[in-house]
């Protein structure tokens, strides 16, 4: 959408005036052809949001409907940005060397001008700079008459050109323009940055933060350049220590992503790991599991303590393990005085109470005292799992401000829809909130201040971390206890989980023999439906419990006279199919002799575990029905009748698997059917089906 559009369609929203063709030829001057152009382009908009489209009357009339005005909240926010937000000489000159070096084919002056929403003539005035700005890269601007522009060099050059305006210390208007031509559909963003963590630990060469997202970065580039058919060029054949690492990140992003690869983008990718920065792996991820366990655990014990059931929250579990690995170092954490833990933690003294009532559950694993800072910020993740938890009865209108791109901005709203019930009634940029009326909505979302801003707003980071919920939270009890409550309640929103919970037991009341297979084709329409690839995507690196336990993977009445037998025989099927060695057997019953049975999760099942670099190959799991049940050491839970074993190659592949078997294992029907279970195929049925009971 270029300037002249936005300008026809803002002229189009002063509905009290006639507006005409001719008029709007004459207005921008340009022909009556290219004005129609334009509302056909504008209908477009209208057509694909089911909004009543633009009519052209006798005498060239343009006729629109009352809710035209709306078709402002549809404009790209981007585009939208670049109209109201005047750049500067710097910002236009680092956006338009972007798109002349993001493109492939040759760019005309007007083209830039109207992707900056500036005239011709002050791109003419910034050629210059803007030449020599690119020449800086090792690249040259090359003009031809009746073509336009056009940047020429390396292919390598072009790649390590973006990456360096791309740098996230960019004003908003680069980032925002880079981040158009450098993204990646979301799915393929998940998958990317999974692989390459995938093979940090395969190859054991784990990169700080910053080169983490360096790489991210140069690969989101490499997938739109491979996209438009832009290859590295022929590259030095020299082996490095990185070569067998960037051939198999490549393989498998070529595999999801949909893009081919050549053996120069393998060297060249090669090149930039061997410059990035490394470290040595955490010490915390070798107790990962056994961390997550006694998470599990720990969660359990205060939902009970505390009347709130938490053990649901998937955020929780993973946040509260992730702290945890800090708190099982032989020295403390230094955390910085922080005046927002110290007001939660004296707004919620109960929460307090409860985890340190509950603490011992942590304690005798650790070898150390637990300092007050780390029980306050375990006090701080409980806090926020109970604001998730809250039910809130009252659709608050909120306005959601993000001054670091759509991205982001998108990605800070997903994760508000995850976690609260808001209406967002528009997402906006930080200079566009001084404007806004006091009754737009009921709160701003921002993240960063906003001088002028009539509206009440809270301020969080875009990542919305724990202490974020909470700020959020306490925004939500000040509005919800005063005496000007908004009176509206909207409407439930129709989500692929609340249509898969409907439909699930009427599919198997139904049609009990083909409900397996009907629910898995069902599932797959109703999530492309709802447009959760993004999910998809995901779990192709972290799988499901079903993924992880089929058919020949499960076992029934194998007979075992204690449990070292018990565990070994758990784990025989994951060292003959290679996904463990020998030693992870032996290190698997010495941590239980040292660490005692907490590998007992619930009433009849155990779930042994080694650390990570004990002889795990790759993530994996097997279960055992014992002919005769055997006991632990658990005296509450023991004797045990089921043993799966778990081979995890790092802290998080495995993780959803895990969680969802702990949910599972609290519905009684479920190790009652497993129990019964005449086959191992049956038995995988048993698991597929509860777990999407599970997860939806």
């Not at 995890?648 to 078997?661: E, I, R, Y």
Request: charged share 30%.
């Amino acid at each position: 959408m270029n300037k002249r559009t936005i300008s026809i369609i803002q002229e189009l929203c002063k509905l009290e005036k006639s507006i005409n063709i001719s008029e709007l030829s004459e207005q921008f001057q340009v022909s009556e052809r290219t004005i129609r152009n334009d509302l056909n382009a504008i209908n477009e908009i209208l057509k694909e949001h089911s909004m009543a489209e633009l009519a052209l009357k006798k005498g060239g009339q343009i006729a629109r409907s009352n809710e035209f005005g709306n078709i402002l909240t549809l404009i790209s926010q981007k585009d939208y940005d670049y109209y109201n937000y005047k750049l500067s000489k710097e910002e236009r000159k680092k956006i338009a060397s972007v798109l002349l070096v993001s493109t492939s084919e040759y760019i005309t002056l007007s083209t830039i001008a109207d992707n900056l929403f500036v005239s011709r003539a002050t791109i003419i005035n910034d050629l210059d700079d803007i030449k020599m700005f690119i020449k800086k890269g090792k690249l040259e601007v090359k003009s031809h008459p009746n073509k336009g522009l056009r940047v020429e060099g390396k292919e390598s050059d072009k790649r390590l050109f973006l990456m360096r305006i791309a740098r996230p210390n960019a004003g908003m208007a680069e980032q925002d323009v880079v981040t158009r031509h450098i993204s990646v559909q979301a799915g393929n963003r998940i998958a990317i940055q999974k692989i390459v963590y995938e093979q940090e630990h395969v190859y054991k060469s784990f990169l700080t933060d910053d080169s983490f997202q360096k790489i991210l970065l140069y690969l989101g580039i490499m997938v739109n350049r491979n996209k438009k058919g832009e290859y590295v060029e022929p590259r030095k054949k020299k082996n490095n220590s990185k070569f067998l690492m960037a051939q198999d990140i490549l393989r498998y992003i070529s595999q999801y992503c949909h893009i081919n690869t050549t053996e120069d983008e393998v060297y060249f990718l090669s090149e930039i790991l061997t410059m990035a920065r490394y470290m040595k792996q955490k010490y915390s991820e070798k107790s990962a599991i056994k961390i997550q366990l006694i998470t599990r655990q720990f969660i359990e014990r205060i939902s009970e303590e505390l009347g709130t059931n938490l053990n649901g929250d998937y955020d929780f579990f993973e946040n509260l393990s992730n702290h945890l690995e800090s708190v099982f170092k032989e020295a403390p954490a230094a955390y910085p005085d922080n005046p927002v833990i110290n007001e939660v933690l004296e707004e919620n003294q109960e929460v307090v109470r409860v985890v340190k009532k509950e603490l011992p559950v942590i304690k005798q694993y650790v070898k150390r005292e637990i300092t007050e800072i780390e029980i306050g910020y375990i006090a701080v993740h409980v806090c926020a799992a109970i604001e998730r938890k809250k039910n809130k009865e009252i659709a608050f209108h909120v306005i959601v401000v993000c001054h670091a791109g759509i991205g982001t901005s998108q990605l800070l709203l997903e994760k508000l829809k995850k976690h609260f019930s808001f209406q967002i009634v528009d997402i906006i940029s930080s200079h566009e909130a001084k404007n806004l009326e006091s009754g737009r909505a009921d709160f701003i979302i921002s993240t960063v201040p906003l001088n002028g801003c009539k509206l009440d707003y809270v301020i969080v980071s875009p990542l919305l971390n724990d202490e974020d919920y909470i700020r959020v939270g306490n925004k939500i009890d000040t509005l919800r206890n005063s005496r000007h409550l908004p009176s509206r309640v909207e409407d439930k929103e129709v989500t692929a989980k609340g249509l898969l919970d409907i439909i699930t037991p009427v599919v198997y009341d139904t049609v009990p023999e083909e409900a397996r297979i009907l629910m898995k084709k069902l599932r797959k329409i109703v999530r492309d439906y709802f447009k959760q690839s993004i999910e998809a995507d995901a779990e192709i690196f972290s799988p499901y419990l079903h993924h992880l336990l089929p058919g020949t993977h499960i076992q029934l009445d194998v007979e075992c006279t204690d449990w070292h037998q018990a565990v070994y025989k758990s784990a025989e099927k994951l060292l003959e199919l290679g996904y463990i060695e020998e030693r992870y057997i032996d290190a698997m019953i010495k941590n239980i002799e040292e660490n005692g049975p907490y590998i007992v999760l619930s009433k009849g099942f155990a779930v042994p575990h080694e650390g990570l670099e004990q002889g795990s190959v790759k993530v994996g799991m097997n279960l055992i029905r014992l002919k005769t049940p055997v006991p632990f050491g658990e005296e509450e839970l023991d004797p045990v009748e089921f043993v799966c074993c778990l081979s995890a190659v790092d802290h998080k592949t495995h993780l959803k698997a895990f969680f969802n078997l702990v949910n599972m294992l609290k519905n009684e029907d479920f190790k009652r059917q497993l129990h019964e279970c005449v086959t191992p195929e049956e038995a995988a049925e048993i698991i597929e089906k509860y777990e999407y009971e599970v997860v939806g």
